[in-house]
């Protein structure tokens, strides 16, 4: 059995830290949002926590760049990654921090081979109605013609935006929020394209596997008709060239009789 690399056994042991500290960036992310009246302090906090979390997504990227064998192929490859963790740096694009922890996980745990697809998208369906919910409601809710204020408001429409139903009672005003819900959408469509084409392979797959039982079956009678001809034709041979008795068939019964008759 092949070694894993040094990136590799990195990736496995540094998978679970990670995902907890994405879990305490979405508390630190939600406790500003949803409970607004919090003291500076519990607003620093939650500030520091976000950036400390992103730092270590941070350098977690640039110790797996510099245990890759290939540098050049892993930048390549993990773009995405780069990207995740350069463009939260600007100061007007705070909320892509949220992004970037998502997309980073999102990367992390599809290294895990026992995670199955319906868990990918159940987790997805759920943190981007939670954050989308939070984002929407963090620059909805001090619009002068906002009609999103508060978190319920939010979570309906996440999930009519999600599912492109879109009622129209609740919608963004401002352009941040229009790009919000533009990523929503775009969100849902492809989640929704995912499970149609994971029940579309799971329906081929069990008729692709029915049908090769059914070949495996005929090859297995093909294979006796043949082994019954040759012990027959054996039959015969040691019998002297008499043709071997024959048991008739149900069909063949009354014919045999009548003619004995």
Request: proline share 6%; aromatic share 8%.
């Amino acid at each position: 059995m092949k070694e894993p690399s040094r990136q590799a056994r990195w990736e496995r042991r540094t998978q679970t830290p990670l995902l907890v500290l994405a879990v305490a960036f979405a508390a630190a992310y939600a406790v500003p949002i949803v409970v607004p009246d919090a003291s500076p302090a519990v607003h620093r906090a939650c500030t520091y926590a976000e950036w400390v979390v992103w730092g270590a997504f941070a350098a977690d990227y640039l110790i797996r760049l510099g245990l890759a064998a290939d540098r050049r192929h892993f930048v390549r490859t993990h773009w995405l990654d780069l990207a995740a963790v350069v463009l939260p740096l600007v100061q007007p694009l705070r909320l892509l921090r949220l992004v970037a922890t998502l997309l980073l996980v999102g990367r992390r745990a599809r290294m895990a081979p026992q995670v199955r697809l319906t868990t990918y998208v159940a987790g997805a369906v759920v943190g981007l109605m939670m954050f989308g919910s939070l984002a929407v409601l963090s620059v909805e809710r001090d619009a002068p013609d906002g009609n999103i204020k508060n978190l319920g408001d939010a979570v309906w429409w996440s999930f009519t935006t999600m599912t492109t139903v879109g009622y129209g009672d609740h919608s963004p005003t401002t352009g941040l929020g229009r790009v919000l819900a533009v990523g929503l959408m775009l969100s849902g469509i492809a989640l929704l394209g995912v499970v149609t084409a994971n029940i579309a392979a799971w329906f081929i797959a069990r008729f692709e596997r029915d049908d090769h039982v059914e070949r495996l079956q005929l090859a297995a009678i093909r294979d006796l008709q043949t082994e019954v001809r040759a012990l027959r034709a054996e039959v015969s041979r040691l019998g002297g060239g008499a043709p071997p008795a024959t048991v008739p068939t149900p069909a063949s019964a009354p014919a045999s009789a009548s003619g004995e008759a």
